[in-house]
């Protein structure tokens, strides 16, 4: 993982939006990515990290990508598997700027990335898909300490229930790929959510670099027909269809 950090640093180009000719993905770039402005809702959700990281009750969960159950501590899925801060962050900018009402994300884990998505505005509809009901069961008494009322956590196997959820919208705005880190399944979920989204829809997706088996998955949504743009960050990609974008990937330091 170090090596292909080392070879993205050194390979990206775009990380202050020099080099860009498309006005919006420059104006993403500048005011989304680059904006390191502070919210209100920040420390709060912050906060709520902070405390995972010390809570040292055990839960055990049901892997439906590996078919095994495991056994962990809030404070270790707190510390290896969320999103970090400035990611979670991000979210919630771009969730901003394109004034998304429709959100769906696959994987919620604890809820801090969930909270940053569904925080930006009470009109957000968030749906977020969880495999494991004691990491959801968690993940709600977060979103009452924040007073967040806008989230709806659908919890099964989300091969088998991102079809019923995705019938109950009729467009999606943002996407948020966090969950099974398999090439087959990220790129069934991103074909799924295509069926879904606009021109001004954007799909992020998470840990690209996680495998050589993610990369691949990275690769073949970035060839993808409908896609007309994307800005790689090394943890995640992002992913547009703008009509009015010629085809491009970008790659950042971030």
Not at 203 to 214: E, F, G, L, R, T
Request: aromatic content about 12%; glycine content about 4%.
């Amino acid at each position: 993982m170090l090596f292909k950090y080392i070879v993205h640093y050194f390979t990206a180009r775009h990380t202050r939006g020099f080099g860009v000719h498309s006005p919006y993905v420059f104006y993403f770039i500048k005011f989304v990515i680059n904006n390191k402005s502070s919210y209100y809702i920040f420390p709060s959700i912050e906060k709520i990290r902070a405390s995972l990281k010390e809570d040292s009750r055990r839960l055990n969960i049901v892997d439906f990508g590996t078919g095994s159950d495991r056994s962990k501590t809030i404070a270790e899925i707190a510390s290896k598997s969320l999103s970090g801060t400035k990611y979670g962050q991000l979210l919630f900018r771009l969730t901003e700027s394109i004034k998304a009402r429709n959100v769906l994300e696959l994987g919620t884990s604890l809820g801090i990335s969930t909270s940053y998505l569904a925080s930006s505005s009470s009109e957000i509809r968030c749906v977020s898909l969880e495999g494991s009901q004691m990491i959801a069961d968690i993940a709600c008494e977060n979103f009452k300490q924040l007073n967040i009322k806008n989230i709806k956590i659908v919890v099964g196997n989300i091969d088998k229930t991102l079809g019923e959820v995705l019938n109950e919208f009729e467009q999606l705005d943002l996407v948020f790929i966090d969950a099974n880190h398999r090439s087959k399944a990220v790129l069934s979920y991103f074909e799924q959510c295509l069926m879904k989204v606009h021109d001004d829809s954007v799909i992020v997706v998470d840990d690209i670099y996680w495998s050589n088996d993610m990369e691949k998955a990275w690769k073949i949504i970035k060839e993808h027909p409908r896609v007309t743009a994307t800005i790689d960050l090394f943890q995640m990609g992002i992913v547009f269809f703008n009509s009015d974008l010629h085809k491009k990937h970008y790659k950042m330091v971030y």
